[in-house]
């Protein structure tokens, strides 16, 4: 089993820590897969979701992160190292998820299955297993943010797909 962290934008973000988001795909370019093209993510893989946050208050090993997407705060205790990271301070400035680091995670998911595919239009209710109203509100979101890179949902890229569960978190 191997951990991987994974950028999600706001109200996906949100969806995966209630539940609702149960799979995404991605590029199958890059980190996503190996030289011979089968994913890099396996079943039993952790995700660890990484979205825009903050430490909103600190006392001793112990803070409040708020997270942009909303839900409840998440009190953790981190260690030492953690504490005198550069990271660890008390902000009303949101931080990227790009910069989030694994133990301000609150959502990880466990990958249930994973596969490589031609990307094709959703049914609906694959569309709603993606954290999306219908197909067509998944294939403008995928090709706002994958077209200018030659992924368009037009051109059907070979795609990661990853369902998953969430796990609990300690």
């Known amino acids: 089993m191997t951990e991987h962290g994974m950028l999600f934008q706001g109200a996906l973000a949100r969806l995966l820590a ?6 995404t795909r991605r ?58 990271g550069a990271v660890f301070r008390e902000s009303a400035t949101w931080r990227p998820s790009l910069h989030m680091p694994r133990w301000a995670s609150r959502t990880v998911l466990r990958v249930t299955e994973s596969r490589v595919e031609q990307l094709e239009p959703l049914a609906d209710d694959e569309a ?3 954290g999306f109203s219908d197909s067509q509100a998944f294939t403008n979101t995928w090709d706002a943010i994958y077209r200018d890179s030659g992924f368009a949902l037009s051109k059907r890229p070979a795609v990661v797909v990853l369902r998953f569960k969430p796990e609990l978190l300690a």
């Open 18 to 23: 209630m539940g609702a988001k149960t799979v």
């Open 27 to 84: 590029p199958a370019h890059g980190l996503m897969v190996d030289a011979s093209g089968k994913p890099t993510i396996n079943v039993g893989d952790l995700i660890w979701v990484r979205e825009t946050w903050r430490i909103s208050v600190i006392h001793g090993l112990e803070c409040s992160l708020a997270y942009r997407a909303g839900g409840s705060p998440r009190v953790t205790v981190v260690s030492v190292k953690q504490a005198q």
């Open 128 to 130: 709603r297993a993606e």
